[in-house]
């Protein structure tokens, strides 16, 4: 095996997963530029080669078991392993009326579907299928991009201010969180160091660029969970600032 650590990154072509993956070709890895979409995956390819990063293209659409398949079986072709997963690939779904808010009472059930598919469903997805290569790395990394809106403690908390009300989004990624755990659990006995990361509020097409944040800025937790020392902290929730309770 190659001493080049090879990563994969879901949603890579824009935002916070575009940086996460250029971050971590900074850092030397050899990044899998996980898109769905051809153009896009292309053109986000190209930008980090221009930067110097070793960077290949990974056709993925994480709600698809096929094309979930098919990229492990590319990665197996191309490097036979993999050192690091980022399921960075999310969305929010649309709002249930003016503004940004998923109100519970108007919910259409088609959108928490289609929020859980990608959001939680397409994580565990993708994890399973790249198992096999991740366990072939000396020191595999999961990181799951989740939100802070799924922390049912600061949701929980009115003194804590965290925006509207998200009745599909903020519950996928307490879901997505709950699934981090029984992962970190299950893989407690290997070297795989699993863990949830929150950008903090990105300035992204997610969130029609409102906030505070940088996609590079937002990117930081995730590369640092990704570029954990062996022996690292597993099964927890981070954010800039430290652990984000559950
Ligand atoms: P973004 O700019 O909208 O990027 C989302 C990425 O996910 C895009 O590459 C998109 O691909 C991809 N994606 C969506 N569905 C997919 C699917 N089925 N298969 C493969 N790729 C898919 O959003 P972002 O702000 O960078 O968000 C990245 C992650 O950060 C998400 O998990 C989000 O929940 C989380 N997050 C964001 C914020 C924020 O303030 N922005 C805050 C907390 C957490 P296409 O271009 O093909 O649509």
């Not at 824009?14 to 900074?26: M, Q």
């Not at 050899?30 to 930067?51: F, M, P, Q």
């Amino acid at each position: 095996m190659s001493d080049t650590k090879i990563a994969l990154v879901t949603g890579a072509n824009k935002g916070i997963g575009y940086e996460i993956a250029a971050g971590l070709g900074a850092l030397g890895y050899r990044v899998g530029v996980g898109a769905r979409d051809e153009a896009r995956r292309e053109s986000a390819v190209e930008k980090l080669h221009a930067a110097g990063v070793d960077a290949f293209g990974v056709p993925l659409d994480v709600t698809g078991d096929q094309s979930v398949t098919e990229a492990a079986e590319l990665i197996e072709r191309q490097a036979g392993h993999l050192d690091v997963l980022v399921n960075n690939a999310g969305i929010s779904g649309p709002p249930t009326g003016p503004g940004w808010g998923q109100d519970p009472t108007l919910l259409d059930l088609d959108v928490v579907r289609t929020v859980t598919e990608t959001n939680v469903l397409g994580v565990i997805r993708v994890t399973n299928t790249m198992l096999p290569l991740l366990r072939r790395s000396t020191s595999p990394r999961i990181v799951n991009v989740s939100s802070s809106v799924g922390s049912l403690t600061r949701q929980a908390d009115p003194d804590i201010e965290i925006g509207p009300v998200m009745a599909a989004y903020a519950p996928s990624k307490s879901f997505l969180n709950a699934v981090t755990v029984q992962y970190a659990r299950q893989l407690a006995d290997t070297d795989i160091l699993i863990n949830a990361a929150c950008p903090g509020l990105v300035a992204t097409d997610f969130n029609g660029f409102f906030g505070p944040r940088t996609p590079e800025q937002g990117a930081a937790t995730a590369i640092r969970l990704a570029t954990l020392p062996d022996g690292g902290p597993t099964g927890s929730f981070f954010e800039d600032d430290g652990i984000i309770p559950w």
